[in-house]
């Protein structure tokens, strides 16, 4: 008799069937996540960029703005246009234009204006006729009277006097929370930007360009950078 035709596999080959199966399933699984890990950090890399950009193109619409609607201060020298103070970038610019209801005198610390809305306590104005100026900081305001924090130096005639509220817009690294914030005025500091890693800007006065640059945590090998020419700061250079 002749033995019976063996059907179906071994142990041994449905055990290496098994183990082969499981390696394949294995390396496709650890593909899967080698992949999902590298689009995520793509992804991140890419949002990472756009906000950067988003937060140079904000700061580059500011500087576009600085110095506007005060061209007579920033030639007096009462205020600049452009500042940097501690590693910070202070931007300036008219928030508002009034006119004195009565003659502002030397040695006091009120002066009367037609409109008083917006002149918080805090705030800094700003005060000159064809000659001269100054600028004060705020301290109270009524309807139509305002209390500095300083006795004016000058005296102004209503007939000839411009009174101007400023806004002034300030950048600086939260070096701490490595944030990049964004301050109007004696506001709350605002986060622009998280996860830079160093903040930097300056200011060419003879080419009159100014220049801010970043680097952010996620990529500190590349630097973001934009330059901008503001253009009432150049107005108030030339007569």
Excluded at 178 to 183: E, N, Q, W
Excluded at 215 to 222: A, N, T
Aim: hydrophobic residues 40%; glycine residues 6%; neutral net charge.
């Amino acid at each position: 008799m002749t033995a019976a035709k063996r059907q179906g596999f071994s142990l041994i080959e449905s055990l290496l069937a098994l183990t082969l199966f499981s390696m394949i399933v294995l390396s496709t699984l650890e593909f899967f996540r080698m992949t999902k890990k590298a689009f995520f950090k793509l992804r991140d890399t890419q949002l990472a960029q756009e906000s950067a950009w988003a937060a140079l193109d904000k700061i580059r619409t500011d500087l576009l703005q600085a110095g506007q609607g005060l061209i007579e201060p920033l030639r007096f020298g009462i205020v600049k246009g452009i500042e940097f103070t501690d590693g910070a970038m202070v931007l300036t610019s008219r928030a508002k234009s009034v006119a004195l209801s009565s003659d502002a005198l030397a040695g006091s610390s009120t002066i009367d204006i037609d409109d008083a809305d917006d002149f918080l306590p805090g705030k800094t104005m700003c005060l000159f006729d064809k000659d001269k100026g100054e600028a004060q900081e705020v301290g109270s305001a009524g309807t139509h009277r305002l209390t500095l924090t300083a006795p004016l130096v000058h005296s102004y005639s209503k007939e000839e006097s411009v009174v101007l509220l400023l806004h002034r817009t300030t950048y600086y690294l939260d070096a701490g929370r490595s944030t990049l914030r964004r301050k109007v005025n004696s506001g709350i500091p605002q986060p622009l930007l998280d996860g830079v890693l160093s903040y930097a800007s300056g200011y060419d006065s003879v080419l009159n360009l100014v220049t801010v640059s970043l680097r952010l945590q996620s990529g500190s090998e590349k630097t973001y950078e934009i330059t901008a020419f503001p253009k009432n700061v150049a107005l108030a250079k030339n007569p």
